[in-house]
């Protein structure tokens, strides 16, 4: 690693990071140097989300991340946190700035799917993804913004492919990543006079409970058959991929307002 790609004495935060693209994500920050908060909630408001239940144990999964981070020799700290809630994100940035005393890298990665056609989808599950995919980048990035200009930090936002298309079944999904697209851009504009940079990262297929547990059976074809339909290059994507890319956007100073799909090509792959 050359001195550029070092996140050495930075902080970053990741939401969502007891799931595999934020572990993915936390512990690529930590391999290149950054002392990381790592946010997630046990117990959601709602059950609509990938694992069907109230009860979706992120925190927990977290401290295990933190585990992740402390053996690549940088620094961990587990917050309890709903992204939906705006003094539970109040709070968790509080707490970041007591811990550590900066803040240089949000990573707003926090997100939830269900699939339903629009007009079979009840208006909670609507409100439930839209709250957390969308919402919650809001208000921690409201939070985190007055550290991240002190620090000239970033905001990275994970996104979708799903932000660049529709999909039947996905209404919801898909408009909340489009705002995720939008926030990101808008964000970029606001915060460039501050020497803030803000991007998203786009994801394609992970194998994560998304995939797992509702997309692949809605497809009602095998994970491995859906790879070789839709991915170019024949081969899904990584946590570590998407974790790859947020030290990319931490280290790289003259890129803001940007969406990289890592997907293999399938926003390519149109006939």
């Known amino acids: 690693m050359t001195a550029d790609d070092s996140l050495d004495g930075k902080v970053s935060v990741v939401t969502g990071a007891g799931g ?10 930590a391999k290149a140097g950054s002392d990381v908060v790592i946010a997630d909630v046990d117990v959601l408001d709602t059950e609509h989300n990938q694992q069907g239940s109230k009860e979706v144990g992120g ?32 709070s968790m940035v509080e707490e970041t700035i007591s ?18 056609p629009t007009e079979e989808m009840e208006e909670d599950e609507w409100d439930a993804v839209m709250e957390v995919n969308t919402k919650g980048p809001f208000l921690v990035s409201r939070a985190a913004i007055p550290h991240l200009r002190e620090t000239n930090g970033t905001i990275i936002n994970t996104a ?3 932000g660049e298309i529709g999909a039947a079944g996905l209404s919801h999904y898909c408009s909340s990543k489009h705002a995720v697209l939008g926030l990101t851009k808008s964000l970029a504009l606001e915060l460039a006079e501050d ?3 803000v991007n998203a990262i786009c994801p394609g297929i992970v194998d994560t409970p998304m995939w797992n547990q509702v997309l692949t059976p809605t497809l009602q074809e095998e994970y491995e058959d859906t790879i070789k339909r ?12 998407m974790g790859r890319l947020a030290v990319y956007y931490a280290t790289n100073r003259n890129v803001t307002g940007q969406a990289l799909a890592v997907d293999g090509g399938i926003l390519q792959n149109v006939l």
Request: hydrophobic share 40%; glycine share 8%; net charge negative.
């Open 99 to 116: 811990e550590f005393g900066r803040l240089d890298v949000l990573c707003n990665n926090a997100g939830i799917i269900t699939v339903a």
């Open 195 to 197: 020497d803030v940079t």
């Open 59 to 90: 925190a927990t999964r977290a401290r295990e991340v933190a585990e992740r981070v402390v053996e690549q020799g940088s620094r961990a700290h587990v917050v309890e946190c709903d992204v939906t809630d705006a003094e539970q994100v109040e």
């Open 230 to 241: 839709a991915i170019p290059l024949g081969r899904d994507q990584t946590p570590e991929d």
């Open 20 to 29: 595999q693209i934020g572990e993915g994500i936390a512990v690529e920050l």
């Open 160 to 162: 979708s492919i799903a």
